[in-house]
């Protein structure tokens, strides 16, 4: 088989260690999205592609091999609608999914004006991407403060309210249809303004390794629904505890890190192998 990756970064832990299960027997090659001539002419078109970035230009690739009748995992669709967070707040709510309540606002500065906010307040970029606005605001001076940034005042925003929990993020991945978990703490457990780091973790503190019978009841089907309504086959959760278990998403990521986690680059191979040989990508459930 010959399956490609659509990344800037082969050698990520995943990647890498999944690349190594597939050879010598099959054929990994990689696209760089960000490079000028990613894609020579002559390119032979693969069985399989795996798309690990989520920039315009790497939607654009994937949806062009879409249309030449190769699979790509995730699909360029399903992984662009991830991007919008104000899409995958309407979504999930029209699904019956407990999500963060959310608002979209045009510009960070139409937000400063708003007199009476509800505080503290949780504030995103509507379009994530690496390095994104993710903030939790305590008052009206903190959020002065952040939209007195040249960076922010004129960045379309979401608003959440701020939920009281532990201040640790239950992250649940799931590779078609087998799921790993573990916790990690979160990055607005303490207040002020902080750039989401990509979603290998970069960034953050380590996550605590976490088996699936310690995640509370309910959460894993929760979360295994989640991909179907959002049509994805390599994904990640992060939940929050709400109170007395009640399970709150606050976040759904296409194709994340995952890393450190046994068995992952096992999952993703047979994914990519299943996926080329024409078979359903996801495991019955």
């Known amino acids: 088989m010959r399956i490609c990756l659509i990344t ?3 050698g990520h832990p995943l990647l890498a260690a999944t690349t190594a299960l597939l050879t010598p027997r099959h054929r ?19 069985d399989v592609y795996l798309l690990k970035a989520r920039t315009p230009r790497a939607l654009a690739l994937a949806r062009s091999f879409e249309e030449c009748g190769a699979p790509v995992v995730n699909s360029a669709a399903a992984t662009g609608f991830c991007q919008d967070r104000t899409a995958m707040a309407a979504l999930a ?41 993710v903030a939790r605001v305590d008052d009206a001076g903190a959020l002065h403060a952040l939209c007195g940034s040249a960076e922010w005042a004129d960045e379309p925003v979401v608003v959440q309210p701020f939920t009281a929990n532990s201040g640790w993020d239950h992250k649940v991945w799931v590779i078609a249809g087998q799921a790993f978990a573990a916790l990690r703490r979160s990055e607005l457990a303490d207040s002020g303004a902080d750039s989401e780091a990509d979603s290998a973790g970069v960034g953050h503190e380590p996550a605590v390794p976490l088996t699936l019978s310690e995640l509370p009841a309910g959460w894993l089907d929760l979360v295994l629904r989640a991909g179907s309504v959002f049509a994805l086959d390599v994904y990640g959760v992060d939940l929050i505890d709400a109170g007395d278990g009640a399970p709150l998403i606050v976040d759904i990521n296409a194709f994340p890190g995952v890393r450190g986690q046994a068995g992952a680059p096992e999952a993703l191979a047979a994914l990519a192998l299943r996926t080329a040989a024409g078979g359903s990508p996801a495991l019955p459930r």
């Open 93 to 133: 709510g029209s699904a019956g999914l407990p999500f963060a309540e959310t608002r979209t606002v045009g510009a960070l500065r139409d937000l400063a004006a708003e007199a009476g906010l509800p505080y503290p307040l949780v504030i995103k970029s509507r379009h994530s991407r690496r390095h994104d606005l």
């Open 28 to 46: 990994i090659d990689w696209i760089d999205p960000g490079a000028r001539h990613a894609v020579p002419e002559d390119a032979p078109l693969a």
């Open 8 to 10: 800037p970064r082969p």
